[in-house]
């Protein structure tokens, strides 16, 4: 009968602290979350009715955009600061400020606001914890300081928010160009294989802006135009 080793009892519990913290992230990243993100598209739908997507080749290139111009030059750096300053109430809550001014259109701002209140119900009735960032603040900051109270890395973190922008806007154009769920895929797919340097991107960034005064900008202004021009649609399946 062959003999097994045991485990080291410290590499058992290495296991079992990292085991842990991926079903925090899963569960953070899962559609099942009660936050209602699927009501939006974050401009995708705009996209769509302007003519920028209309197939799979058009809309990988623009969830690349999205992930170079919007994820990397912005929400990710940002996040990253919103986790690092979560101990220093002065600095979270300019960060949080400036997230909040970042949401150009009114769509953009109330979507937020709204992600942010049920993230918000979630931690009260769910992890039953007190609230200790406001919901007008909008669903980053939120966010961040939910996932350094669960103890979760910089990193995972925003390779978690990364995936779940990411395939909410494509789940939001397989829906309505429409695309076939194979051609899904294939985008979600290689988007994956430049989430790893885009996080690592973001996280250089962040260090390079940390103790100094200076705001980060995605400046996206034809972005924020597609957010208008929602607010117009004259028929619309989702709330952005």
């Not at 809550?93 to 992600?115: G, I, M, N, P, W």
């Not at 597609?226 to 619309?236: G, I, P």
Request: hydrophobic letters at 45%; aromatic letters at 8%; a negative charge.
């Amino acid at each position: 009968m062959p003999i097994t080793e045991p485990v080291p009892q410290n590499n058992a519990l290495n296991q079992t602290l990292n085991a842990v913290s991926l079903l925090k992230l899963l569960t953070l990243s899962s559609t099942a979350l009660p936050i209602g993100a699927y009501c939006y598209s974050q401009g995708v739908e705009s996209a769509i009715e302007c003519g920028l997507v209309t197939n799979e080749k058009t809309a990988l290139a623009y969830f690349e955009d999205v992930l170079d111009l919007l994820l990397v030059r912005y929400e990710l750096p940002m996040l990253a600061q919103l986790m690092q300053a979560v101990t220093d109430a002065g600095r979270f809550t300019a960060l949080a400020s400036d997230y909040k001014a970042s949401r150009e259109t009114r769509e953009f701002l109330l979507e937020s606001q709204q992600l942010a209140f049920s993230l918000n119900a979630w931690i009260k009735q769910v992890l039953e914890l007190e609230v200790q960032v406001e919901s007008h603040y909008g669903f980053v900051p939120v966010y961040a300081q939910l996932c350094a109270r669960l103890n979760l890395s910089v990193d995972d973190c925003l390779t978690a928010y990364c995936f779940s922008v990411l395939e909410n806007q494509v789940l939001a154009a397989v829906k309505t160009v429409p695309l076939g769920q194979m051609s899904g895929q294939r985008i979600l797919w290689q988007l994956h294989q430049r989430m790893p340097q885009a996080v690592q991107q973001s996280l250089k960034q962040a260090l390079n802006l940390q103790g100094l005064a200076i705001s980060l900008s995605s400046n996206l202004p034809n972005f924020a135009m597609l957010s208008m021009q929602h607010e117009t649609q004259y028929s619309r399946l989702f709330r952005s």
